[in-house]
Each structure stands twice: as C-alpha cells, then as structure tokens.
C-alpha cells in the first residue's frame, strides 16, 4: 500500500541514489560534511546555491552535498536555529534580545547585531562539530553501503486495454 504514495517512493529513491553514489568514500563523506556544514550556518535560501558552488570548487561530491544541506529543511530549521542563537548568546554572554513593542523598520534594523551575532557564533560553531562528525561517520559507512545490492521497486503489471468490438 504505502508504494503507491509518491512522498515515500520519492525518499525511497533519494535513499537508493544516495546508496549508488559512485566514487571514492572520502569524496562522498567530504561532500556530506560540506552539504552538513552549509546547512547549518545561516545562509536560509542560498545553501543549495553555495553547497553546489563550494563542492565544484573543492572537487567533492555535489550530489553528497545537496543531501547534507536538507539537514535544515522547514521542519528543522526553528529547533536548529533557536539552539544555535541560544549556543551563541551564551558564548558571547550577551542578554536575550527584547521584541520591540513597535515594529518599525528602524527597530527591526536596530535588533539585526544582536541576533545575527550570537546565532552566526553558534552556527559555526555546530556547523564544525556536527560536519567533522558526519566525515569521521560516513568515512567508515560509505564502503559498507557500496556493497550493498538494492533491489527494483516491484512494478505493478500494466492493465491491459481491451481490443475494440
């Protein structure tokens, strides 16, 4: 049943493409960590852009690093960026940034340091923890995974039309 729905098949194949990669482990892993690290800075909208740009500039995988950028997708992306505000308001030791009670464009442009600062601190610095992670994993998970065989998708058999009177 579950077959029929397009979202699992869609992730079935991503999963599966991911699996085929070819190429060498620390080609895929260092494209997963790129992918993994431009996805947890605070690039919102452009890190599929950079993920791409970077891994054709570092001759990584790009494919590996399209993945690793979903890390922050809309589902995410508030816990993500709340814990690395969080993370870098506490390094920094900095208040918590008050909501002004008029939301003018001055007032808006007034809290831009005092929210960029400490939530770019804290998405450097997860972004390195969890991209040298996701390396030091994915170098010694990759070769596994290339062995494996997948098999097709069962495809159901076409109906077949009847012939005309």
């Not at 007034?110 to 804290?122: A, Q």
Request: aromatic share 12%; net charge positive.
């Amino acid at each position: 049943m579950y077959r029929r729905w397009p979202l699992v098949r869609q992730i079935k194949l991503l999963v599966v493409r991911f699996l085929r990669l070819r190429g060498a482990p620390e080609e895929i892993s260092k494209g997963l960590a790129l992918g993994i690290f431009i996805g947890l800075t605070p690039t919102f909208g452009f890190q599929m852009l950079l993920a791409v740009c970077l891994a054709v500039m570092l001759k990584e995988n790009k494919f590996a690093a399209v993945l690793g950028v979903w890390v922050t997708n809309p589902f995410t992306a508030p816990f993500i960026y709340a814990l690395e505000y969080e993370s870098g308001r506490v390094l920094l030791n900095m208040d918590y940034v008050h909501i002004p009670a008029s939301l003018s464009f001055s007032a808006l442009k007034s809290l831009g340091w005092e929210v960029l600062l400490p939530l770019g601190v804290g998405s450097l610095l997860w972004a390195a923890l969890t991209a040298m992670t996701v390396y030091l994993a994915a170098i010694r998970i990759i070769p596994i995974t290339q062995t494996w065989k997948i098999p097709r998708w069962p495809r159901r058999p076409r109906r077949r039309q009847k012939e005309g009177p």
